[in-house]
C-alpha cells in the first residue's frame, strides 16, 4: 500500500509541474521564461517516468529520465545561442520579434486588430451607507410561516 501512495504522490507532483510549465508556456512572451517552463514540462514527465518505473520494480523509467536530461542539455545550448541570436538583432527577448525575422520575399505577418465594440457601461449594484438599517423586507413576511 505504502508504494501505490508514493506512486500517486509522484504522479501527481509530476503532473503539476508539467501544468504548470504548459500554462507557463503558453501565457508568457519571454523566450528564457518559455524555455523554461518548456524544461519544467520535461521534469514532470521525467518525475512520472521514474515514478512508474519504481512502482513496476524496472529500469525502463530511468534510461529514459537519462535520454531526457540529454535531450534537455542539448536544448539548453541551442535555447542560449537562439537567444544570443534574436537579442543580438532586435534588443529584446519578445517573441513577437521572431516575426521581423523572414526572408524578403515573405510579408511580415500583422495580427488581426478587433474592432471595439461599445457596451452600456454596468450597473453596479448600490450599498446601503454604514450604520444605516435597510428598510425591512415587508413582502418577504407576509410569506413566512410563523413558529
Not at 514532470?44 to 512508474?52: D, E, K, Q, R
Not at 536544448?75 to 524578403?104: K, Y
Request: glycine share 8%; aromatic share 8%.
Amino acid at each position: 500500500m505504502d508504494e501505490v501512495a508514493l506512486l500517486n504522490n509522484s504522479l501527481i507532483v509530476g503532473a503539476l509541474l508539467f501544468g504548470l510549465g504548459l500554462i507557463g508556456f503558453l501565457a508568457r512572451r519571454n523566450m528564457i521564461v518559455m524555455f523554461l517552463c518548456a524544461e519544467m514540462m520535461l521534469q514532470g514527465v521525467a518525475v512520472s517516468l521514474i515514478a512508474w518505473g519504481r512502482y513496476h520494480n524496472d529500469w525502463g523509467g530511468q534510461m529514459l529520465v537519462v535520454f531526457i536530461l540529454t535531450v534537455a542539455a542539448c536544448e539548453a545550448g541551442l535555447m542560449l545561442a537562439l537567444v544570443l541570436m534574436l537579442f543580438q538583432r532586435s534588443g529584446r527577448l519578445d517573441i513577437a520579434a521572431w516575426s521581423e525575422l523572414r526572408e524578403e520575399s515573405i510579408p511580415a505577418y500583422k495580427d488581426q486588430e478587433l474592432d471595439e465594440f461599445v457596451s452600456e457601461p454596468q450597473q453596479w449594484p448600490k450599498l446601503t451607507v454604514a450604520g444605516v438599517q435597510p428598510p425591512p423586507d415587508t413582502e418577504g413576511d407576509e410569506h413566512r410561516e410563523q413558529m
